[in-house]
């Protein structure tokens, strides 16, 4: 299987892109109870009888920092359950994995990004999505789930990443190795010059930024911005700030490439960080057509490394 630059894991039964259904309930039509500290497994009781037809958010804790908003890229851990006149039945859990999930709130269908909205890291939200705000009167038969099913979700969210989200920590003095790519300083979207020299055979890896958080580990979810540029010629092929939104992925897993995971490992959260991937550690002799990425390519990249889970 083909990596991917900077895959978004998400959980399997959360991504469909739907409209975003307009309004929002206060929670009274939330018929379940929770009961658990954040972080922490929920307790989910369900009530006898059929889930009601309407959508019902209740935020059970406030949470602290940037509240989301359609577009951002959050992380939560989560437990999902469908519920119907027939009954209930769990659908998925990070707490089973011990992992949270990346969900991109530009395309998980329509509940559960207006659950989102509003929420702050801490915040535990608990959302109940009819079918009209969820996979529509066909259901998805796939993930398990039938036309009639009402999804449940209790959400502990741990970040909100905006569109606008970048390094944080002490910057570094300037790249003076002529044989190197030269970043603009500066947040917000890189300006990158790279020089008309032979790329570097191994891979290199140079603090632009260095960050006030801790070391990312193996196994965590990342969130970053990221810009990659082709060493050939100098132009860019992808950006997250070109697409709108930070992107999240785990690290060390062999989920990106190779080179993203020698890198990144140990890298302090808030910081900028610059990449020259060569081919054997990037996309190998294939490259990655939909790309232009040439078997051949060496691989640019300045990556902000917003948060790590």
């Known amino acids: ?5 900077s895959a978004v894991p998400v959980a399997a039964v959360l991504v469909v892109p739907l409209v975003l259904a307009a309004g929002c309930s206060d929670g009274g039509g939330v018929r379940v109870t929770v009961r658990g500290d954040f972080g922490r497994l929920p307790d989910v009781s369900f009530p ?3 889930p009601g037809g309407s959508l019902a958010v209740k935020r059970l804790s406030a949470g602290r920092g940037v509240a989301a908003r359609e577009g951002d890229l959050v ?13 209930r039945r769990l659908l998925a859990s990070s707490f089973a994995s011990g992992r949270p999930e990346a969900f991109p709130t530009w395309s998980v269908v329509p509940g559960l990004r207006k659950a989102f909205t509003g929420a702050r890291a801490g915040s535990r939200v608990v959302a109940s999505i009819p079918p009209k705000d969820g996979f529509g009167d066909r259901g998805n038969a796939a993930r398990q789930i039938a036309a009639d099913d009402t999804l449940v979700y209790v959400l502990d969210v741990r970040g909100v990443y905006p569109g606008s989200a970048g390094p944080h920590g002490r910057p570094e003095a300037p790249l003076r190795d002529a044989r190197l790519p030269q970043v603009a300083p500066g947040g917000g979207a890189p300006r990158v010059t790279v020089p008309r020299v032979a790329a570097p055979k191994d891979l290199r890896v140079r603090t632009l930024v260095r960050g006030d958080g801790p070391a990312v580990r193996k ?3 990342l969130a970053v911005q990221y810009a990659g540029f082709f060493w050939r010629d100098g132009k860019a092929f ?12 785990m690290i060390g897993t062999g989920q990106v490439m190779r080179g993203w ?5 140990g890298q302090r959260v808030g910081s900028r960080m610059l ?7 990037g996309y190998g002799p294939k ?9 051949s390519d060496t691989l640019v990249f300045v990556v902000d490394v917003l948060g790590a889970h």
């Not at 999902?80 to 009954?87: F, H, L, P, T």
């Not at 992808?238 to 992925?249: D, E, K, L, M, R």
Request: hydrophobic share 35%.
């Open 48 to 50: 006898k009888g059929s």
């Open 261 to 265: 995971d020698e890198a990144l490992i």
């Open 238 to 249: 992808s950006s997250s700030w070109s697409a709108g939104h930070p992107n999240g992925f």
């Open 219 to 221: 196994g965590q979810l």
């Open 287 to 295: 490259g990655l057509p939909q790309a232009g990425i040439q078997g």
């Open 75 to 87: 992380v939560a851990d989560y437990v999902g359950y469908r519920w119907s006149g027939g009954g």
């Open 275 to 281: 990449l020259v991937v060569p081919p054997r550690l």
């Open 1 to 5: 299987m083909r990596r991917r630059l």
